[in-house]
């Protein structure tokens, strides 16, 4: 592995984060929200050697990671496993874990017309589901435009790009996508799609 340093992260992000957790915990924000400001505030300090930032798929152990340690607030040179997202909501694709916030958010920054956005996995494909807000004649053109997105951000080959109205994405009370409950409309055929596009 090639020799590089994970930036600490500085104790004021780190209240940062701390506060949005209580935010989280307190009711005071959405999953969708907090998920949104942790992403923005930890991207600086998650290194990827081609210069960007790193994604869901690359967080990796990374090699002569500073971590201060509270007695003493001395720094310790170990390696550290950065983590970034629940778990229990990431997917398992050609062997690696996505966090489906990070797909989503690189699809919905792809084009004005995107108003929300959902991901999930089909056998071993993945299916991307966005919300056209216009008119139906820009659904074919979203399809490359998604597909291109996800393949440079997390190098990652859309299976399915089920375009559809505002509103067919379930979301809960507290403003949580419902990604199964798609899936599960997906598999019977009742999202009603403007477009699907299937890239196999």
């Known amino acids: 592995m090639a020799d590089r340093e994970a930036s600490p992260i500085p104790l004021e992000v780190r209240a940062r984060l701390a506060e949005l957790e209580l935010e989280l915990s307190e009711g005071d924000i959405t999953q969708k929200g907090y998920e949104k400001k942790r992403s923005k505030l930890i991207r600086a300090y998650i290194p990827h050697p081609g210069g960007k930032f790193a994604g869901s798929a690359q967080v990796q152990p990374l090699c002569g990671a500073h971590v201060v340690t509270r007695p003493g607030g001395s720094v310790q040179r170990h390696d550290a496993l950065y983590v970034v997202g629940a778990l229990e909501e990431a997917m398992e694709l050609r062997g690696m874990?996505?966090?489906?916030?990070?797909?989503?958010?690189?699809?919905?920054?792809?084009?004005?017309?995107?108003?929300?956005?959902?991901?999930?996995?089909?056998?071993?494909?993945?299916?991307?589901?966005?919300?056209?807000?216009?008119?139906?004649?820009?659904?074919?053109?979203?399809v490359p435009m998604v597909t291109k997105a996800v393949?440079?951000?997390?190098?990652?080959?859309?299976?399915?790009?089920?375009?559809?109205?505002?509103?067919?994405?379930?979301?809960?009370?507290?403003?949580?996508?419902?990604?199964?409950?798609?899936?599960?409309?997906?598999?019977?055929?009742?999202?009603?799609?403007?477009?699907v596009a299937y890239n196999m």
Not at 101 to 128: G, Q
Not at 160 to 173: A, E, M, Q, R, Y
């Open 97 to 142: 874990r996505y966090h489906p916030i990070d797909i989503e958010t690189s699809v919905i920054r792809t084009h004005k017309s995107i108003i929300e956005c959902a991901v999930f996995p089909w056998t071993n494909l993945l299916v991307v589901v966005v919300e056209l807000e216009g008119s139906e004649q820009e659904a074919l053109d979203l």
């Open 151 to 195: 393949l440079e951000e997390h190098y990652l080959i859309v299976g399915v790009v089920v375009v559809t109205d505002i509103g067919v994405i379930p979301i809960n009370s507290r403003g949580e996508k419902q990604r199964m409950h798609l899936r599960d409309g997906f598999l019977q055929d009742q999202l009603d799609p403007i477009y």
